[in-house]
């Protein structure tokens, strides 16, 4: 089980700060609550996802395309796609604290508790047995164990029908029978379960009286929906094909904290993809692949993601599952993979009165494609990275440093370029090596303070490579070049340096390991 590290999640968001990467949205006005900025690394880091998502998807498939539609869309169709009706959270408030929180997912912690003391139990026996334990038959006859079972069966089982039928009574009833204390005050004194709308609205037009209610868009997957026909037809699509997107999405969260993990503006990487009727499950696994490859592929370590299996599953879908990644707050969801049927484009379809229909040369018959979708937040890849990423190393000479080991492809900057001295005309050379290398990588150029205090200062925002240039390099076109996550050094000739950048940093390189 994933343990929560609550200390390294400060500590990343503080070095996410101090170096740049991510500023809480507003600041000089103390803040907004879940919105954030991302400064010069941010950004950099952000885009270089965004690349290797895009590349993956559209170039690397090419039965994949890729749009960039609006965020305002016509409201009816958030009518159509059953967000205005259904897409709400649970909420409750303990009067005591004044917290607000999500019904559901004090059910879900207060299961997870239970989850965790069959660990225990199972933990103790381990020890007590030792080489002759069997986990599945203790778990199986073990009385304490099957008690707490049977009561998370129960509660899944009352959490999925007061969800399903909207009963918020019942919800209640089931928060008090478990008898959830709020964190904050230590009370059960709760208030009744309201159910809340997640989507942000606005008006457009200047004139009150034409004033339309608009909402900002909950998931960039409708926008894809409504362009499935123009996108088919204007590029002579063929079934099966994808139509992807990268774009913002809003979420009014009724309880938004954890950093980027879960805020109200943040971006999304959705690909829906367009099958006959009956392939959606062959597509689903194949696309659940894909996706854990593309995942992997980055090396942050096959143990930190995993699959897991909806449950409960939303209003469009017929199987679902998430990829999650062992964040600092243990195991959450990174990406979304669902199968959703065809019922988004057979409800535009009913909604608008426009047919959105394929004509399948193969059978000669029209039908409404069925999809699977991929959506993964760029946002939660972004705090993915990082926190894997950031290591405390203590270092032979006893001092200590601070590294971002991000992969390679995706680091801000590729190299730093660093003339030991500001003199001898040392600069100058520097200068002529970055005007060749900076057509091809991201270069930081950096004359200041001793080179061993400039080296930290590339390991704390992820520079895989620094090049020293020094008085040598006047004399025989040699450089020394420094490997961020060794620290090991290599004297190089300059006609090399382009292609171990190449091969050490390039996306390409980055694609070919999928
Ligand atoms: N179109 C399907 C859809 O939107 P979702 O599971 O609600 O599905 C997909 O969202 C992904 O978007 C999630 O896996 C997560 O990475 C990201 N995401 C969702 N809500 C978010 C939030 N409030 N903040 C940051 N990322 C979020």
């Not at 919105?35 to 895009?54: P, R, S, T």
């Not at 049977?150 to 009963?167: C, F, P, Q, S, Y």
């Not at 900002?216 to 997957?221: G, N, V």
Request: hydrophobic content about 40%.
């Amino acid at each position: 089980m994933a343990q929560q590290d609550d200390n390294l999640l400060k500590k990343v968001i503080a070095h996410a700060k101090e170096y740049g990467f991510v500023f809480p949205s507003s600041e000089i006005y103390d803040g907004l609550s879940a919105v954030y900025d991302y400064g010069q690394n941010g950004a950099e880091l952000k885009n270089n996802i965004k690349a290797y998502w895009w590349s993956f998807m559209t170039q690397l498939h090419d039965n994949i395309v890729g749009i960039d539609s609006a965020i305002f869309m016509h409201p009816t169709i958030w009518k159509a796609s059953g967000h205005v009706d259904a897409f709400n959270d649970p909420m409750i408030d303990n009067k005591d604290s004044k917290k607000r929180y999500r019904a559901d997912v004090l059910v879900e912690d207060a299961i997870s508790k239970m989850e965790d003391k069959i660990e225990k139990e199972v933990e103790k026996a381990a020890k007590r047995f030792g080489e002759s334990f069997n986990r599945e038959t203790f778990v199986s006859t073990n009385a304490r164990v099957l008690e707490y079972q049977k009561k998370i069966d129960e509660t899944n089982v009352r959490l999925k029908e007061a969800m399903g039928n909207n009963d918020m009574a019942a919800f209640k009833q089931l928060v008090d029978d478990l008898e959830i204390t709020d964190p904050i005050s230590g009370t059960k004194n709760w208030t009744e379960i309201r159910q809340f709308n997640l989507m942000f609205s606005t008006e457009m037009g200047s004139v009150a009286e034409d004033a339309n209610k608009i909402y900002l868009r909950p998931e960039t997957a409708q926008g894809i929906f409504v362009n499935f026909l123009n996108v088919q037809k204007t590029g002579r699509m063929k079934i099966p094909f994808g139509i992807a997107q990268i774009g913002k999405a809003f979420r009014n969260e009724i309880v938004a904290r954890q950093f980027i993990f879960r805020m109200r503006e943040f971006e999304q990487m959705e690909m829906q993809f367009f099958v006959k009727p009956g392939e959606e499950m062959k597509w689903y696994e194949i696309w659940k692949e894909k996706r854990m490859r593309w995942h992997q592929a980055l090396g942050l370590g096959a143990d930190n993601y995993r699959f897991h299996d909806h449950l409960n599953l939303a209003h469009y879908a017929n199987a679902a599952c998430d990829i999650q990644f062992n964040f600092p707050m243990g195991f959450k969801e990174l990406e979304g993979i669902h199968s959703r049927t065809d019922f988004d484009l057979k409800s535009h379809e009913k909604f608008s009165g426009k047919k959105l229909q394929y004509f399948d040369p193969e059978d000669n018959q029209n039908y409404i494609p069925y999809v699977v979708e991929t959506s993964v937040g760029l946002d939660r890849m972004f705090l993915s990275i990082l926190s894997n990423s950031y290591k405390e190393e203590k270092l032979e000479d006893g001092s200590e440093r601070v590294v971002l080991a991000l992969p390679p492809a995706l680091a801000p900057h590729k190299v730093a370029i660093l003339p030991l001295m500001k003199r001898d005309g040392l600069p100058e050379k520097a200068e002529a090596i970055m005007n060749e290398l900076k057509f091809d990588f991201r270069c930081y150029y950096e004359e200041k303070d001793a080179i061993g205090k400039r080296y930290r200062r590339m390991d704390a925002v992820g520079t895989p490579y620094c090049v020293t240039i020094d008085h040598d390099t006047l004399k025989d076109d040699t450089v020394t070049i420094r490997y961020r996550d060794t620290m090991k050094q290599d004297r190089v000739n300059l006609t090399e340096l382009k292609s171990i950048l190449e091969k050490g940093c390039s996306m390409k390189e980055l694609l070919k390991k999928i």
